[in-house]
């Protein structure tokens, strides 16, 4: 070897490279006092472990979140809407979006068909439907089991009610409910229209009357007794009914459906039979407690729930009339999409209402042979 080439090798090396055979890290060598030894392969052991500094490999795509996206896309089922989905779920609708396309790209079918304006099963997206709803069923069923807390009960549970249920009912009482459930947080919708449980994201609802939706579980749990009455004011300006007769000569508040806009008639049963009586009306409200309202101000006679005009009547506000003549109680139930039937979120809010409804005079079962009414020969 020439003198040159020594004096050449005696000199520092700033820095090196190492490149491993997979080309997919590399490593950078400190300045070293002498050269690298030519002989050794260049991904000897030895020389990684003096890497300074690792360059980072490409990061891989994140995994698909499979568990949430089978949530979302059920929620997509149910809602026949992106965006309602999103809403429900407080999920920006792109994640909502890249989560079922990812799903479909997973599984490698289509889930959905999707137009402008509405979103439509397939028959493999039925099918997927049908298994994610009793998988994720039986996945809170397991958790439930196995939780810490006595009841399993946790997260977010959205309900609606009536405005004159929610306020009256159940807002003095949600501090204990709270106390019991201290995992779940309450969303409460407070309004006399009727929400599209699926549609809307509603985990249940507490509805009055008679149900129409027959793909709701529906459980009763208490009913509206019917009262007849006005203000002293009303009274002692317009005289005092007797009869059934004498409504003819009276002026009503009357309630019209928040929902198809129909006016509630009076009823009445008598002997078995149930007999619809029309009053005229200065006022007609959508809303229980505007009705209320009216009656304490001596718009006119009013037929509403015993439960609303309770604390009225224990303290003279308002007075009962046509006692003998008693309406049909309204019936009450809760009612919950079929496939979150065994959510024990769900089950342990029923329970707890139907226990607020028991323990309310003005809201228990009863039966009243005066009632029955008998079905026509």
Same mark, same amino acid.
């Given at each position: 070897m020439l003198k040159a080439d020594l004096v050449a090798l005696r000199k520092p090396v700033v820095a090196a490279f190492l490149i491993a055979p997979d080309a997919q890290s590399a490593c950078? @060598?400190? !300045?070293?006092?002498?050269? @690298?030894?030519?002989?050794?392969?260049a991904h000897c052991p030895i020389l990684f472990g003096q890497c300074a500094r690792p360059v980072e490999s490409v990061p891989k795509e994140p995994q698909m979140d499979r568990l949430q996206a089978m949530q979302v896309f059920t929620r997509v089922v149910?809602?026949?809407?992106?965006?309602?989905?999103?809403?429900?779920?407080?999920?920006?609708?792109?994640?909502?979006?890249?989560?079922?396309?990812?799903?479909?790209?997973?599984?490698?079918?289509?889930?959905?068909?999707?137009?402008?304006?509405?979103?439509?099963?397939?028959?493999?997206?039925?099918?997927?439907?049908?298994?994610?709803?009793?998988?994720?069923?039986?996945?809170?069923?397991?958790?439930?089991?196995?939780?810490?807390s006595s009841?399993?009960?946790?997260?977010t549970l959205r309900i609606d009610v009536p405005a004159s249920i929610g306020k009256r009912l159940l807002v003095p009482r949600i501090r204990d409910f709270h106390e019991a459930y201290p995992d779940l947080q309450l969303e409460i919708g407070m309004s006399d229209r009727t929400v599209d449980l699926v549609q809307e994201g509603v985990d249940c609802?507490?509805?009055?009357?008679? @149900?129409?939706?027959?793909?709701?579980?529906?459980?009763?749990?208490?009913?509206?007794?019917?009262?007849?009455?006005?203000?002293?004011?009303?009274?002692?300006?317009?005289?005092t009914p007797k009869t059934l007769e004498d409504l003819q000569d009276h002026t009503a508040v009357n309630y019209f459906s928040?929902?198809?806009?129909?006016?509630?008639?009076?009823?009445?049963?008598?002997?078995?039979?149930?007999?619809?009586?029309?009053?005229?009306?200065?006022? !007609?409200?959508?809303?229980?407690?505007?009705?209320?309202?009216?009656?304490?101000?001596?718009?006119?006679?009013?037929?509403?729930?015993?439960?609303?005009?309770?604390?009225? @009547?224990m303290s003279g506000?308002?007075?009962?009339?046509?006692?003998?003549?008693?309406?049909?109680?309204?019936?009450?139930?809760?009612?919950?999409?079929?496939?979150?039937?065994?959510?024990?979120?769900?089950?342990?809010?029923?329970d707890w209402v139907a226990t607020l409804f028991a323990d309310h005079p003005c809201l228990q079962l009863k039966e009243n042979p005066r009632l029955q009414i008998v079905s026509a020969a």
């Open positions: 950078v @060598l400190p !300045s070293m006092s002498r050269p @690298l030894d030519s002989t050794r392969p149910e809602a026949s809407s992106f965006t309602k989905a999103a809403d429900s779920l407080q999920l920006p609708r792109a994640t909502v979006t890249n989560l079922v396309q990812s799903l479909e790209a997973h599984l490698g079918v289509r889930l959905l068909h999707r137009t402008t304006r509405r979103v439509n099963v397939t028959a493999d997206g039925a099918a997927y439907y049908e298994r994610c709803v009793r998988l994720l069923g039986d996945l809170e069923e397991t958790e439930a089991a196995f939780s810490q009841s399993g009960a946790r997260g609802a507490v509805r009055g009357g008679e @149900l129409q939706d027959s793909s709701l579980v529906a459980r009763r749990i208490g009913q509206l007794s019917m009262v007849n009455c006005a203000s002293p004011e009303y009274l002692a300006r317009c005289g928040a929902r198809n806009g129909r006016r509630m008639d009076w009823d009445f049963v008598i002997d078995g039979q149930k007999q619809i009586h029309k009053v005229r009306s200065m006022v !007609s409200v959508n809303d229980a407690e505007s009705a209320v309202a009216c009656g304490l101000h001596g718009l006119g006679l009013l037929q509403t729930s015993r439960f609303l005009v309770y604390e009225h @009547l506000a308002l007075v009962e009339v046509l006692p003998d003549y008693i309406s049909e109680p309204v019936p009450v139930s809760v009612v919950y999409p079929h496939n979150r039937h065994l959510s024990p979120k769900v089950r342990v809010f029923v």
